[in-house]
């Protein structure tokens, strides 16, 4: 029993075979209607051997130019702060975003924007083979877990993936870096300070899974 409505459902599409073939493919993208108001689509940045994932919501006026994720002031922070725990964005990590196109006025991506955009997602995630994903706010835990709500009391918290594509990962939610802009304090008990901490158990859980250390 499925009550949700078919838009909702991805689009059944052939994998792409590879992450070239990914970007290639979905750099002609026109499954949903954010296609019309793109400059570029926003497929990843950093490394695809890396056994970190990265996952933001979508791209903001900076990537929508630049074509790459998280190069705003969001990405910014989200690298200084990945570098405070000794993570390097682009060497240790794979960057992408639940929806490639950007939405108009930086809006929240549709539940139909965000289902049309995940046979692009999943194959990501395949192909990349992440032993942690970082889900960056929350509209990324939604999209990507189908969790609304409740960011604040489930950052920082691991999950344990679960179904054929995301058992044996390792899933945490965190701050959006774009919230944390707009909360800069780093007292003990600021967001900011939670993120760190949060950040602090990532670097442990790849050291763990045998990440190579920097
Ligand atoms: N915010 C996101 O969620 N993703 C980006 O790529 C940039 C800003
Ligand atoms: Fe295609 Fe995703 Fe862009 Fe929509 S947001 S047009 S599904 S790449």
Redesign the pocket.
């Known amino acids: 029993m499925d009550a949700s409505p078919s838009s909702l459902q991805p689009p059944v599409v052939p994998a792409p075979a590879d992450l070239q073939a990914l970007a290639e493919e979905?750099a002609a993208?026109?499954?949903?209607?954010?296609?019309a108001g793109?400059s570029r689509?926003v497929v990843s940045r950093g490394n695809p051997r890396a056994r970190l994932m990265v996952i933001g919501e979508?791209p903001g006026a900076q990537e929508d130019a630049s074509g790459q994720p998280f190069v705003g002031r969001a990405g910014q922070l989200l690298d200084q702060m990945l570098a405070s725990v000794a993570i390097d964005s682009n060497r240790d990590a794979y960057i992408c975003n639940v929806?490639?196109?950007r939405p108009p006025d930086n809006r929240k991506?549709t539940p139909a924007?965000m289902a049309?955009?995940r046979?692009?997602l999943d194959p990501q995630i395949r192909l990349v083979d992440p032993a942690v994903i970082l889900l960056a706010g929350a509209t990324a835990l939604e999209g990507v877990l189908g969790i609304r709500g409740g960011i604040t009391r489930l950052r920082g918290q691991w999950m344990a993936g679960e179904g054929e594509l995301l058992q044996g990962r390792w899933l945490m939610p965190i701050l959006h870096p774009s919230y944390l802009l707009r909360n800069p304090s780093r007292e003990q008990g600021s967001p900011k300070w939670h993120t760190w901490q949060d950040l602090k158990a990532v670097r442990e859980r790849l050291a763990a899974v045998g990440a190579s250390a920097s």
Do not use: D
Request: glycine residues 4%.
């Open positions: 979905c993208c026109q499954r949903c209607s954010l296609a793109r689509v979508g929806v490639k196109c991506p924007e049309a955009c046979p692009w």
